[in-house]
């Protein structure tokens, strides 16, 4: 079952054409990793299906369905839940503040914006979360994200997209900055989210991590899709000389010299 | 000593408080209080608390929306132009267009929401920095007011009212002297405390002042709660204006000149951040407190007029140097 796909998306800023027809698409429980050298159009990519800017042109399908997004909220709603490389928390709220933000449990509902949070509802939601993500040191969901670590921010954002239960989860370079430990961690999630049924598109530098999550790889460079590939069929060092754009043709001419 | 042996066990249940720049404010409040009060016994006489309490709410009031306004990481310059030029229009639609009273107040209310929703748009939809778009403003504003009075102040209001009672009133408690502008001012008091605190909205709005794009990542509607915020303050600001004319009977186009800093020091002496995303309304009123405390007890301790703003300016760098290293010690504890 597809959950996602697009086509033919493209999107430009000013002279820069971050994004040339990238077509692709995600099935139901299967983790795709996104690759591709600094300023390929990975974020681009990404930040154009969870809604951050519009695209110039193409087509987005959810669950087969034409869908237009053109707010962070559309793509909330159509179960498509991101965590973006540049931090996605606001340091000065507390990890339950955070936990919900745009989503707040509230009381008198019919106040609107003027509703008053329940905060006890927030503060047993926000603990019951941090206790099912496993997140190892305790941490008071009271406590200011500001005073948090790389790492234990990350795992924040990422209990907050398991949360809401979403269909896609998409991750932007989720183990940068990350400890041992916090990595394996996120790596760990990345499963358990998949064997839960969610589908997630990773985006990351690290090949190795690919090799260890990944059902499926998609290359980019310069704004393009230029290779697609099932983990079981390929390697690491093709996938690495993919993505740097090395002359694939000489290299298949050299292992067959030899 | 026998103070803070009393402070020891709450400051062993809830840590924070006493680090909060809140906390700090009003212990620096206290004390300058005392110290006016010692050095002059009139400082805490009836009249001179009366006194405080009738101008407290004008700037106050202000100082409420501004607060909310940096929570969301910017802020507005045009406030003390807006106080300026809402009475002198209401009053000249009244005065000299025969304008029933009620109706020149509702257009004095649409001309602010109308430079609030102007400011909000320009910087949110155009990306212009709040600081050049609302200066612009106090220009446009503050000469609109220059340019319909020709520079002179209007002839005094002597038309006693409901509205005037409503914005002016007094009454009397023993032998203090308050107007109802208090109220007022207490009121939306307490309606900030509750929005920033504890409503859905006051969330937001410390999202988007400390991480934009994370709010928006969230689906927080950033750009129109700016708008709101701006059109707010505007509207604040028009009010204390109105407040201020009803109270004198008098409406001029100069008045407010200066109070946006006024207004901007009362909130950051009072703990929120200017660079956003940490606000505190409690904060605001005791910076407005001490502002008011200061400006009338440095008059009767008799320093010279025109030596004034030395301590006003001195009294508010070391609030803010105070500020910054207790944000430094609870960094590093
Ligand atoms: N808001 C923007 N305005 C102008 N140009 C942009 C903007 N965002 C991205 N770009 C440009 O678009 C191109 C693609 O950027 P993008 O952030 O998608 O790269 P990336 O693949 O995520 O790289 P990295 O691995 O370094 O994160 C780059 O050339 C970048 O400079
Ligand atoms: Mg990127």
């Known amino acids: 079952m597809e959950v996602l796909r697009l086509q033919n998306l493209q999107k430009s800023f000013g002279s820069v054409r971050a994004l040339k027809n990238a077509s692709f698409a995600l099935k139901e429980g299967e983790v795709v990793a996104l690759l591709g050298d600094n300023g390929a159009g990975k974020s681009t990519l990404i930040k154009a299906i969870s809604g951050v800017f519009p695209i110039d042109r193409g087509d987005i399908y959810v669950r087969g369905e034409k869908v237009s997004i053109r707010s962070t909220r559309d793509a909330m709603d159509l179960g498509i839940e991101t965590i973006h490389q540049d931090t996605s928390l606001a340091p000065d709220l507390s990890i339950a503040r955070n936990l919900f933000l745009g989503r707040e449990p509230v009381k008198l509902k019919w106040l609107g914006v003027f509703a008053p949070l329940d905060f006890a509802k927030l503060r047993d939601a926000a603990s019951a979360l941090l206790k099912r993500v496993g997140i190892s040191k305790k941490l008071d969901a009271d406590a200011l994200v500001s005073t948090l670590s790389g790492g234990e921010r990350q795992s924040i954002a990422i209990s907050r997209a398991m949360q809401f239960a979403a269909k896609v989860i998409i991750l932007d370079e989720p183990t940068n900055n990350l400890g041992v430990e916090e990595t394996h961690g996120v790596l760990r999630f990345v499963k358990e989210v998949r064997d839960a049924g969610h589908s997630v598109l990773l985006i990351t530098h690290n090949i190795h991590h690919v090799f260890q999550v990944a059902d499926r790889i998609i290359v980019m460079r310069r704004g393009e899709i230029v290779a697609e590939q099932t983990v079981a069929d390929t390697d690491l060092l093709t996938v690495e000389s993919i993505i740097t754009g090395a002359d694939m043709s000489a290299l298949l001419k050299e292992t067959r010299a030899k | ?333």
């Not at chain 2, 937001?204 to 991480?211: E, K, L, R, T, V």
């Not at chain 2, 400006?295 to 010279?304: F, Q």
Request: glycine share 12%.
């Open chain 2, 1 to 333: 000593m026998i103070a803070a042996e009393d402070e020891m066990p709450v400051g062993k249940r809830r840590p924070g408080l006493m680090r909060s720049p809140q906390f700090s404010s009003l212990v620096i409040l206290t004390v300058l209080l005392a110290v006016f009060a010692i050095a002059d016994a009139n400082f805490l006489s009836p009249l001179n608390i009366s006194n405080m309490m009738a101008f407290l709410p004008e700037l106050g009031i202000i100082a409420l929306g501004m607060t909310l306004l940096l929570t969301a990481g910017e802020f507005d310059l045009s406030v003390g132009a807006v106080f300026g030029l809402a009475p002198v229009v209401v009053m000249l639609l009244v005065q000299n267009g025969g304008v029933d009273i009620g109706a020149a107040l509702l257009a004095g209310l649409l001309l602010c929401i109308a430079i609030g929703a102007i400011n909000g748009l320009i910087v949110t939809k155009i990306g212009i920095s709040s600081f050049l778009v609302t200066l612009s403003m106090l220009l446009v504003v503050r000469g609109a007011a220059l340019y319909i009075t020709q520079g002179f102040p209007l002839k005094s209001w002597d038309q006693p009212g409901f509205f005037v009672t409503l914005l002016a009133g007094s009454f009397n408690v023993g032998s203090f002297r308050f107007y109802t502008s208090l109220w007022w001012f207490i009121g939306l008091s307490l309606l900030a405390i509750y929005v920033l605190r504890y409503a859905k909205l006051g969330n937001w709005i410390s999202a988007i002042g400390s991480n934009r794009n994370a709010a928006v990542a969230r689906g927080v509607p950033a750009d129109a709660v700016k708008v709101w915020l701006f059109i707010l303050t505007s509207v604040l600001a028009g009010l204390a204006g109105m407040i201020s004319a009803f109270r004198i009977s008098a409406a001029s186009p100069v008045a407010g000149t200066g109070y946006e800093l006024e207004v901007i020091a009362m909130v950051v002496v009072g703990g929120t951040a200017l660079t956003g995303g940490r606000g505190t309304i409690l904060g605001t009123i005791v910076g407005a407190l001490m502002l008011r405390a200061i400006r009338n007890g440095i008059v009767l301790i008799g320093v010279p007029g025109l030596a004034y703003n030395i301590f006003v300016g001195l009294i508010i760098l070391a609030m803010l140097i105070l500020h910054a290293l207790l944000q430094k010690n609870a960094a590093r504890g």
